[in-house]
């Protein structure tokens, strides 16, 4: 679905929104030739050069452009800070210490091109370099004062270990902050280094990130400016460097760590591990799977932090999966397709529009946004000193690689928002021989085979993990260059993972109506199996419901209605034999067609059999059952139907979803909580169109916390999140809750998704605040409701095993609430699933908000007991019920309906 006239696509979908490349006059109107990696601003109608990012007017600015305002977010903006606002990408977001440090890179190396720019209005890291007014942003305190303790009783004990390594010799040095300026001002933070670095002999020793120098010695004992001067290397250009102090770097402040970051990453650099995005990964260990065109590099995730007691580093796994097929290996397919016919080159930009491509020879990520067909490697291009130089002839110099097919076209990328800050702001041209993909196409991701040999090394079990782990330990502690730095700052890593006491919580008794109870085993939380005889905690019948199927897979469809009218009674539900509308094709205009004419009906649910799960036909008819003609809908695929063995496995969750979307309750757990409503929270990024975005708020209704109210909205900001749908969501819950139960909830408990560790001075001021206002709106006044606000954190680093023997996966209920958690929060991390393969991975509990006076037992057994209440699964779930019905809903809307769902489906969970 393209965005609408009058909001131009942009982004990642804007060639396929175009549909078309540039034709040659466009692009000769953005871009002049010129040497690969540099900036160029046209005076006169000539272009001139001075150097990267430089124009007449001075850096990052071109002629003819108002001069730009500063940034106020972005790379530039957070040197020095990890601020950030809910409703933009996660991945923008640092979600913990390491991704705000990871761009930092300790080398002394100096400027590298790579591709073709033209210059356009940017503002430089300059703008806002050396602010200091933001360190009180980092590490924000979200421990309520009143809090005495944040650890829990409640459980057995049981010996774990975590990927952390403590810092076991401390620095007993005071650590010296500086500032280093140079003019004229360079952006390029290698050639900042280079530059510093020539003068490393006459000054102490140091750390330097290209703005920021760190030592223990002072280097002027009466702390003025000290001056030095460089000469750059590419035009011999003289530079003045200007080292100012900033003052002395307490413990409790963030740079105190981000100084840890530094050396730790300068360390990873002498282990000759190559840096691509924020994380080093290891070339020499790489693994090839050359039947599925794949290679796999090993690394890892780093970061430092203050922990409880200790300043520990936290090591996670990471693996890279770099293809060895280039974008010219991907024409040449298209190319057999097609035959070369007419429809070759829109076929190619279907293909390629929008991908993320590697360029080997410097490790860079690229996104392909054009392609020109008119270019090729033979063109030439205006030099530094105005000499004439063909791509070809560029990289084979530059980077010998020599280039074999001379008439492939040329691909396009406009730079990222950090290089356009940099100066650099004009399409980059690059060669499709020398550019790999990346990621993984839908075709391979459907590869089992292939799947699972990349599993074979990627999902690695905690036996496996652990050993891995060590082997870091035993690089760092063995590196004679790194044992020499380490020594040179007093500072030594310990060579075992840290281990203390963690907690398991019993298992939960799960309810049905009478005296249907069943229970699962500590190692393996699910309950699938007494559903052969069991009596649902609340049952819909369905008597009157339709079927609607192509007619080439009517057999196995009423064979699988035969199943489900078996299963129905074991789950104390009554199923009639439904009503049957074949189609004569399988085409999802047919599908449309059918469903109207069924909907006229009236049936109280419908079921759809379609012939995959492809995407299309089952948006067509989520789209006519959530939007246009409100009846809750059930879609199962033919592929799955035509598999005889497990069917009877499948029309019991069939089932018991069919139930939960006629407002059945398949299960229960005992909550203790009277007078409570728990509410999800959770984002997704809305497919169709760039910057837009779902919100989701699903709240309970009961006691038994099984019944829901679910909405979901659209917003392109966080304040329209907030304002026009959070608010809204919940003061129409609330209005809800109180039709249905006669008052007001007494105790509000909000599981809050999608937050990153950079938003959360943005919830704390605003998104509380509002949310109060809405409580109050409604009529409960702060002494009267008990709230409490807790920040579910799904994508972290953290991992826990089970010690004593080998290694293994802590089972499901574990609780950690000690020595790795934050001394600034009131955390806690839960391991409430259990897993088959690999390492569990643990959910992270940040409490910002409680005025419940409920204590910190109260608060994980509540939270381990809502993850027993997800319906697509009889077992235990990574988060709480109401956020994972949260992100199923946001995830629906998001991917499939691109607009608000009817409210005749609220009360009901339709999404499942």
Not at 223 to 241: G, W
Not at 467 to 483: G, P
Request: hydrophobic content about 35%; proline content about 6%.
């Amino acid at each position: 679905m393209s965005a609408p006239p009058d909001q131009p696509p942009t982004g990642r979908a804007r060639g396929r929104a175009r549909g078309r490349a540039r034709t040659s006059e466009e692009a000769a109107a953005i871009v002049a030739a010129r040497r690969p990696g540099e900036v160029a601003s046209t005076v006169g109608g000539q272009v001139t050069s001075l150097g990267r990012g430089i124009s007449p007017v001075g850096r990052g600015v071109s002629p003819g452009k108002e001069m730009p305002s500063v940034p106020s977010s972005g790379r530039a903006y957070n040197r020095g800070s990890v601020t950030g606002k809910p409703g933009s990408s996660t991945s923008d977001q640092s979600s913990s210490l390491s991704s705000s440090l990871s761009a930092i890179k300790i080398t002394s190396g100096s400027s590298s091109g790579h591709g073709t720019v033209v210059g356009e209005a940017s503002v430089g890291r300059g703008a806002v370099r050396g602010r200091r007014d933001r360190a009180t942003e980092f590490y924000v305190r979200t421990r309520p004062d009143t809090l005495q303790s944040k650890k829990g009783t409640l459980g057995d004990e049981m010996a774990c270990a975590s990927n952390y390594f403590a810092l076991v010799a401390k620095p007993n040095w005071r650590l010296l902050q500086y500032r280093v300026d140079m003019s004229p001002d360079i952006d390029h933070t290698g050639v900042r280094k280079a530059l510093l670095y020539h003068h490393k002999a006459t000054l102490p020793k140091f750390m330097f990130d290209g703005t920021v120098l760190f030592t223990t010695t002072r280097l002027n004992p009466n702390d003025a400016p000290i001056v030095l001067t460089s000469t750059r290397e590419h035009d011999k250009a003289t530079v003045t460097i200007t080292i100012k102090l900033v003052g002395e770097v307490q413990p409790t402040d963030y740079h105190y760590m981000q100084f840890f970051n530094i050396v730790l990453r300068s360390a990873m650099e002498k282990m000759q591990l190559e840096l691509i995005r924020r994380n080093y990964y290891d070339p020499k260990a790489s693994i090839t799977l050359g039947q599925y065109k794949l290679e796999l590099w090993p690394g890892y995730v780093t970061s430092i932090r203050q922990h409880e007691s200790q300043i520990l580093l936290c090591c996670e796994i990471s693996h890279k999966i770099l293809r060895t097929d280039t974008v010219l290996d991907q024409i040449e397919e298209v190319h057999k397709r097609t035959g070369g016919a007419g429809s070759f080159h829109a076929s190619v930009e279907k293909a390629l529009l929008g991908a993320i491509v590697i360029t080997r020879y410097n490790n860079k990520t690229y996104r392909i946004d054009e392609i020109d067909w008119n270019k090729h490697p033979t063109d030439e291009f205006e030099g530094r000193n105005n000499e004439k130089m063909s791509y070809q002839k560029y990289y084979t110099e530059r980077y010998n690689r020599s280039i074999r097919d001379p008439k492939q076209p040329l691909i396009v990328s406009m730079p990222k928002v950090r290089d356009e800050r940099g100066g650099v702001s004009g399409p980059i041209y690059l060669i499709p021989e020398l550019c790999n993909m990346t990621g993984l196409s839908e075709e391979q991701r459907a590869n089992f085979q292939l799947m699972k040999a990349l599993g074979d090394y990627t999902r690695q079990d905690p036996k496996k993990r652990c050993e891995t782990l060590k082997k870091f330990s035993e690089r760092i502690n063995t590196n004679q260059e790194i044992q020499t730095e380490l020594t040179a700052w007093n500072l030594q890593f310990s060579r075992d993972l840290e281990q203390f006491r963690a907690r398991i919580l019993p298992p939960e008794v799960i309810l049905g109506s009478g005296s249907s109870k069943a229970t699962y085993q500590l190692e393996n939380a699910d309950w699938g199996t007494c559903f052969r005889k069991w009596n649902s905690f609340s049952v819909q019948s369905c008597t009157k419901w339709a079927v609607v199927c192509a007619s080439r897979d009517e057999a196995a469809t009423k064979e699988f209605i035969t199943s489900l009218t078996k299963v129905a009674p074991s789950l104390g539900m009554t199923m009639n034999k439904p009503k049957m509308f074949p189609l004569p094709d399988n085409r999802p205009a047919s599908y449309i067609q059918a469903l109207d004419r069924v909907i006229e009906c009236n049936p109280s649910i419908v079921m759809v059999v379609v012939p995959n799960n492809k995407g299309d036909h089952y948006a067509a008819v989520k789209k006519k059952c959530c939007l246009e003609k409100p009846v809750p809908s059930q879609v199962v695929t033919a592929t799955v139907l035509s598999k005889p063995k497990g069917l009877m496995s499948v029309a019991t969750k069939v089932a018991v979803q069919m139930n939960c979307k006629l407002g059945g309750e398949p299960w229960a757990v005992k909550i203790p909580l009277t007078d409570t409503m728990v509410i999800g929270y959770d984002t997704y990024h809305d497919t169709s169109q760039k910057g837009r975005s779902v919100g989701a708020v699903v709240a309970s209704m009961n006691s038994t916390f099984t019944k829901y109210l679910s909405v979901a909205n659209l917003h392109t900001n966080p304040a329209q999140e907030l304002n026009d749908n959070m608010c809204p969501a919940i003061t129409k819950a609330l209005r809800k809750y109180n039709e249905i139960n006669g008052n007001l909830p007494s105790r509000i408990i909000m599981y809050r998704d999608g937050v990153g560790d950079g938003q959360i001075p943005y919830v704390m001021e605003h998104e509380i605040a509002a949310i109060q206002n809405c409580f109050r709106a409604a009529g409960l006044t702060d002494d009267q409701l008990l709230f409490t606000y807790i920040i579910v954190s799904k994508r972290i680093n953290t991992r826990f095993f089970k010690m004593g023997g080998k290694p293994s996966n802590p089972p499901s209920g574990t609780i950690v609430d000690d020595v790795v958690t934050l001394p600034e929060r009131y955390d806690f991390f839960l391991v409430s699933q259990s897993v088959r393969q690999g390492t569990v991975n643990p959910t992270s509990y940040n409490v910002i908000k409680d005025t419940s006076g409920l204590k910190p037992n109260h608060l994980q057994k509540l939270t381990y007991k809502l993850t027993h209440l997800y319906y697509n699964w009889p077992g235990t779930v990574r988060v709480p019920a109401p956020c994972q019905y949260a992100h199923k809903l946001a995830f629906l809307v998001g991917e499939s309906l691109h607009k608000e769902p009817s409210e005749q489906l609220e009360q009901v969970l339709y999404y499942l």
